[in-house]
């Protein structure tokens, strides 16, 4: 009986495979570790923060966020140009932040609309739910007021840390269906005199009323011919005239398709308020002005 002996040179292919295999596997983890660690905690597109500021909060983002288990992050703009503040934490949730810290508290300070948002993801969305939010905002709007950004960042900081240790008051449903929300109208924000709804009717009652009376003025029609029109005086009978209809033209136009939504806002039914992103992903959602 012939026995097949175990053949050490045919087996180093298959163990070079498994050790390639191996090493891509370690490179593709460290860099979806250094990802998250390539993002920074803030975002001071606004320019509010001196570095020493800037560092030494974003370290506290870290150092706080890390103790309870969530990622701490604050955005600041000015750009006249950007989307709502509620949208505008949504899609830098989305795009930058749910793969890598889905457990996640966002603060945004609009410099150009002077609004201040807070969104919480994850297991947040539980602890910092809108009441707690509103605390916050609270707490910091007259901070924003007086310049004090740092100052207000830092509560912002402490406060997240000190609620996600607090149990006594959570909110575990996260349906905001129960009631829709106008998402620009969480910061209280003044609206255009078009845009109230009295106006809107009083133009409409003018604009119909005055479509009305042209067409009761109209229905009457006007009289183009009399008795002598086709009468030739010259001669008995009628003249060989005649009316000829030519043509009609009518042209048509696109109705616009109305403005869409990255997302939706609303209350659950114990009154918290959260929405939904464009990715899907609920949150809380607070909002006021400074």
Request: some cysteine; overall charge negative.
């Amino acid at each position: 009986m012939k026995v097949n002996k175990f053949n050490y040179f045919r087996s180093i292919p298959f163990l070079l495979v498994f050790f390639v295999l191996m090493l891509y596997g370690s490179i593709i983890s460290s860099a979806s570790n250094d990802s998250s660690k390539g993002i920074p905690h803030i975002e001071d597109r606004a320019k509010l923060l001196t570095n020493d500021e800037l560092s030494e909060l974003e370290s506290n983002c870290i150092k706080y966020g890390d103790d309870v288990g969530i990622g701490i992050y604050i955005l600041t703009h000015n750009d006249k140009k950007a989307v709502f503040a509620e949208q505008y934490i949504e899609e830098f949730y989305d795009n930058k932040l749910y793969s890598i810290q889905a457990d996640s508290v966002i603060l945004l300070i609009d410099m150009h609309n002077r609004d201040v948002f807070i969104e919480g993801y994850g297991i947040t969305e539980t602890y910092i739910h809108s009441n707690r939010g509103d605390e916050i905002i609270a707490k910091i709007t007259p901070l924003l007021s007086d310049e004090n950004y740092s100052k207000a960042i830092s509560t912002f900081i402490k406060m997240s840390h000190d609620y996600m240790n607090d149990d006594s008051e959570l909110n575990f449903n996260h349906d905001y269906t129960y009631e829709t929300i106008d998402r620009t109208n969480y910061a209280n924000q003044s609206k255009p005199l078009y845009a109230n709804i009295f106006f809107q009717i009083f133009i409409s009652i003018i604009i119909a009323t005055i479509s009305i009376l042209t067409m009761i003025g109209n229905s009457s029609g006007k009289t183009t011919v009399n008795n002598s029109t086709y009468l030739d005086n010259s001669k008995p009978g009628l003249i060989g005239k005649r009316d000829r209809y030519v043509t009609t033209r009518v042209t048509r136009v696109k109705k616009p398709d109305p403005p869409t939504s990255s997302g939706s806002s609303g209350r659950n039914s114990s009154g918290y308020r959260g929405g939904s992103s464009g990715g899907g992903r609920s949150h809380s959602s607070s909002g006021g002005k400074f």
